[in-house]
């Protein structure tokens, strides 16, 4: 008993510990977020793209997209339903060319059928925020969609670098979510977080119980009396 607590009980104590440090992360992106919904939208030609973090910047750009050549972000769920993200390049007029979500839009009769999109031929302004990725996303298989060359493309994830090649064009490192009122926008309802930070305290919660129950436990075995365990036995 006392080999399994001097194990488990510091491994419960370090999740508790954990989900608590997620949830402070949660509160303060949300902050961020907050106070930068506040600001006005700021043109590609004043984004500095080394500054330390870009996160939810809001932007204003003009120019055209690539009605041709884009990405489908497989495995996005909105309300119950199934459907992609649409990721399309977009170039400005100094030419240069970052990837715009314009949102979700539902999957067809079966995946061998891929939504059809109106085209946006013209020059628009478009308005969104920077999204710039926490972690790498976790991915339940490396294997990815295979390239066959047609477009659109079915992608598993972001994946800016790739693209890149892909597309044979420097692209800018993050994207760019549309407003939902912006023009070219298709269903874009972004979650700020994964994950409320409501639900990391509550997880912390658990650990930090079954931690207690642990040591209570062992309080109570380790210190009965040796004869009535005999007995008990």
Known sequence: MTLFTGIFLPVLVMLGNWQLDREQEKLQLQSLYDRRQMDLPVSLAQIDWNMADLSYQKVQISGHFDNQRYFLLDNRVQDGRVGYEVLMPFEAPNGEILIVNRGWIAQGDSRAQLPLLEPISDQISVEGTLYVPLSE?????????????????????????????????????????????????????????????????????????????????????????????????
């Open 137 to 233: 996303p976790y991915m339940l298989s490396d294997l990815q969609e295979a390239n066959t060359g047609t477009w659109p493309q079915v992608v598993q994830k972001i994946d800016i670098p790739e693209w890149s090649n892909t597309l044979g064009v420097a692209l800018r490192p993050y994207t760019v979510r549309l407003a939902q009122d912006s023009e070219g926008a298709l269903l874009a309802k972004w979650q700020t977080v994964n994950m409320l930070p409501e639900k990391h305290k509550a997880y912390a919660v658990q650990w930090f119980t079954m931690a207690a129950a642990l040591l209570l436990m062992y309080l109570y075995f380790g210190t009965r009396n040796p004869q009535q365990r005999i007995k008990d036995e």
